[in-house]
């Protein structure tokens, strides 16, 4: 790997940290502000909204200038959201201005990958990048929970800098003060982060044209017969992730009866089982081959299914592994190939951004078609079983379709060749 690839990852690292660490802040801010019980979730929700709403304008930015200062800009935006925290503003607003923030970010990050590396490359940098941002979920989850732990947030209070006195007078604010740091090391990184040298023709900056060239770009991906299945799949993973992890909440609670702060642990358990997936699939599966993990995605769907069996948490680490791994493995090398179908296509930040848009579409239906089930009072063990069918029903109608793509594609070349 390239030398600037090694920077990217630690920029990535050092912000998706600070932005999982946040939110576990956003989330004790809230209830330390005695808001009710459904707004905690509504984190989550401003977090990705951006995501949908500013699709069409983020792709055209993040290719406007150098990858390396998109992410600088962004990543002081993050800060800004830290700031409007500190100073009073509500979580959820501020939490919003770091989810634009986060959005503006991810067309630079994953576009540079196709710039900076062959396409060979590709699966492998995704490995390891999904590998370090699940590392960096984990870590900023653990780091959150320890910045709003009483014992901790006393003693960067009673912290005294020589000379400057800083006005930090509540375990929030030194909690935020800590979050800005590391929003800051990544600012670092992301200076450092060498300039490809690609350049993409001038970009639009009417609205209007903005969202024209954005739905030309959504049409050109769901028309290429290997950008529609790969953009399928990522869609779904991503759509499912975000369920699985409230899933996964709420049968802790029911089926293993475990507190809330147990059952973040679970959580972390399957994050781990998708860096062991990604980190496999960098190493074993080229990009050439990556269609041939769609199988994977069906049975991830139907080991969900199993959860409704386990009572016992020493069974349900190894499954909740292998869940993760199933995950990882198949969507690593999708990622890939989108990736790459989408540099050929058209721009690499326009391709991500619409990536993002049919993800976090998926996710916000996703969450809200949860949302309605328990609120209909489903049991957990309907609602896995639900989820489980449909993750594998769709993967398995996602490989129908790409075998009747190759068929068209087989016939049209016999075609072809009978022409000649």
């Known amino acids: 790997m390239k030398h600037g690839f090694y920077t990217i990852m630690a920029a990535q690292f050092f912000s998706s940290l600070a932005d999982n660490a946040l939110l576990i802040v956003s989330m004790a801010l809230l209830v330390s502000m ?10 989550k929700l401003f977090f990705v909204l951006s995501y949908v709403l500013l699709a069409a304008f983020v792709g ?21 959201g830290c700031i409007l925290m500190f100073v009073h503003v509500h979580p959820l607003l501020a939490y919003a201005v770091v989810g634009f923030g986060a959005a503006a970010y991810s067309p630079a990050k994953y576009g540079i990958l196709t710039e900076l590396l062959p396409p060979e490359k590709l699966v492998a940098a995704n490995g390891w990048i999904e ?19 009483p014992h901790i947030s006393a003693a960067l209070l009673n912290f005294d800098f020589p000379v400057v006195d800083f006005p930090i007078y509540t375990p929030t604010e030194a909690a935020l003060t800590v979050i800005t740091g590391f929003y800051g090391l990544a600012a670092l990184f992301n200076l450092r982060i060498p300039d490809t040298g690609a350049r993409y023709e001038h970009q639009k900056h009417h609205p209007i044209r903005l969202i024209g060239d954005f739905s030309r770009c959504f049409t050109t991906l769901w028309k290429d017969k290997l950008g529609q299945i790969s953009l399928a799949v990522t869609t ?21 009866q475990m507190p809330l702060n147990k059952a973040a642990v679970l959580q972390g358990v399957v994050a781990i089982g998708i860096a062991l997936g990604a980190v496999a699939a960098a190493r074993f599966v080229p990009l ?11 049975a991830m769907g139907l080991v969900v299914t ?9 069974v349900a680490y190894p499954l909740l592994i292998l869940v993760g791994a199933l995950a990882g493995f198949f969507v690593v090398p999708m990622n890939a190939l989108l ?7 058209m721009s690499a930040g326009h391709s991500i951004a619409v990536q993002n848009f049919n993800e976090n579409l998926s996710v916000l239906t996703m969450l809200a078609l949860y949302a309605l089930m328990i609120f209909m009072n489903l049991s957990i063990q309907i609602v896995i079983v639900l989820f489980g069918l449909f993750v594998a029903s769709t993967m398995f109608l996602v490989m129908k379709r790409h075998e009747a793509n190759q068929r068209q594609h087989d016939s049209l070349s016999l075609i072809g060749e009978h022409k000649h």
């Not at 055209?60 to 800004?80: C, E, H, Q």
């Not at 941002?133 to 732990?149: D, F, H, M, P, R």
Request: charged fraction near 10%; glycine fraction near 10%.
């Open 339 to 345: 990736q790459h179908r989408g540099h050929v296509l």
């Open 306 to 314: 199993t959860m409704i069996l386990v009572r016992n948490v020493w």
């Open 131 to 149: 590998g370090l941002t699940v590392t960096s979920i984990i870590l900023g989850t653990v780091l959150g929970g320890a910045l709003v732990t």
């Open 236 to 256: 779904l993973f991503w759509g499912a992730g975000a369920t699985l992890q409230f899933i996964v909440l709420k049968w802790a609670e029911e089926s293993l």
């Open 288 to 298: 050439r081959k990556s269609l041939s993990v769609m199988p994977l995605g069906i």
């Open 60 to 80: 055209a930015f993040a290719d406007s200038l150098p990858k390396g200062r998109v992410m600088f800009i962004t990543n002081m935006i993050k800060v800004a």
């Open 34 to 43: 005695q808001s009710p019980t459904w707004m905690p979730p509504l984190l």
